[in-house]
């Protein structure tokens, strides 16, 4: 199993950033992509931004420019850069790990959820 423990969301206002990271550990054999996803209420989720275990990095057109993801190393730790905050990026921020056991089965595993408040 695979845990993925997310941390600081939070409110801000529009204009402002905040930074999100997320950790993965546990039985790790491979760790390929991770991501970002994001829902707002009434809304599905949305693909924010991931990035690889290569470093390619790819970004929802909303966020572009304005969001940063990173994995430092191409380690266990993944970092989502908001800045330029709207309001319309206020929803609760997911992360997702791609992964292959050593028998090369891959699995997803997702996060908690961290909740980003953009207020206007």
């Known amino acids: 199993q695979v845990q993925l423990v997310e941390s600081g969301g939070g409110l801000v206002q529009a204009g402002g950033s905040l930074s999100l990271s997320c950790a993965a550990s546990?039985?790790?054999?491979?760790?390929?992509?991770m991501g970002w996803y994001r829902q707002a209420p009434g809304k599905q989720r949305e693909l924010v931004a991931t990035?690889?275990?290569?470093?390619?990095?790819n970004y929802a057109a909303s966020v572009k420019g304005r969001f940063t993801i990173s994995r430092p190393n191409a380690k266990n730790t993944a970092y989502l850069q908001m800045t330029s905050l709207k309001p319309e990026d206020t929803a609760v921020y997911y992360c997702?790990?791609?992964?292959?056991?050593?028998?090369?089965?891959?699995?997803?595993?997702w996060g908690q959820g961290t909740q980003v408040t953009v207020s206007s």
């Open positions: 546990g039985s790790i054999f491979i760790l390929n992509t």
């Open positions: 997702k790990a791609d992964t292959q056991d050593a028998i090369l089965l891959r699995s997803s595993y």
């Open positions: 990035i690889s275990g290569a470093g390619t990095t």
